[in-house]
């Protein structure tokens, strides 16, 4: 965005808020709120703000980092849709986080069912890329990158709604509240799924845990 677009954005303060006071949440729902007016440079810097969020939080629920761009694209122009009717009911990331889970359980589900790509075939090349290495001496960063690989695989194994939750409080260290309103359940629900999914992964890391 270029910086005379930026300057023509004003936040909503109060007599005693600076610019530097504003949350982060209260940035963004002024942003969205200009946006509901039709504000393109108010949502350009939305989008600038959260775009990287939003594409590794696609990327790591779907396993598959080539189309996150294209759905987390499909994100903003669905949040740019629904700007005319937004009403502030809970933090922005919540709201943007709501459409994304709408979006990559739907794409999902399309891939359930097409069923071209399936976890045993990702595991099965995986393990053929391991074997072809084996002659080769692992340095720490090969051992660091076949981790984190094999940490990847185990998340993208569990249920949506587990992957989901793990996702959220994990990278995007959100709060246990703020997952539920996402999620469309309760407090002890997310706190359930989450120990169910550690316990899952801990199982299916056991070989490195136990290293």
Sequence with gaps: MSNT????????????DTHDSLSDDA?????????????????????????????????KMLGNPSDAQDIAQQVFIRLWKSAPRYKRKAKFT????????????????????????????????????????????????????ELQTAVDNAINALPEKQRMAVILRRYENMPYEEIADVLKTSVSAIKSHLFRARTDLRESLSHYLEE
């Design 94 to 145: 919540t709201f943007l986080f709501t459409i994304t889970r709408n979006l990559v359980f739907n794409e999902s589900k399309k891939r359930s069912r097409r069923k071209t790509y399936s976890l045993e075939e990702r595991e099965e090349e995986n393990f053929s890329q391991i074997a072809a290495d084996a002659s080769r001496t692992p340095d720490a960063e090969t051992l660091q990158t």
């Design 27 to 59: 940035i963004d729902v002024a942003l969205m709120l200009l946006v509901k007016n039709g504000d393109h440079a108010a949502f350009e810097e939305l989008v600038e703000r959260h775009q990287n969020m939003i594409v590794g939080t696609v990327a």
């Design 5 to 16: 677009a930026k300057q023509s954005i004003t936040y909503p303060m109060s007599d005693t």
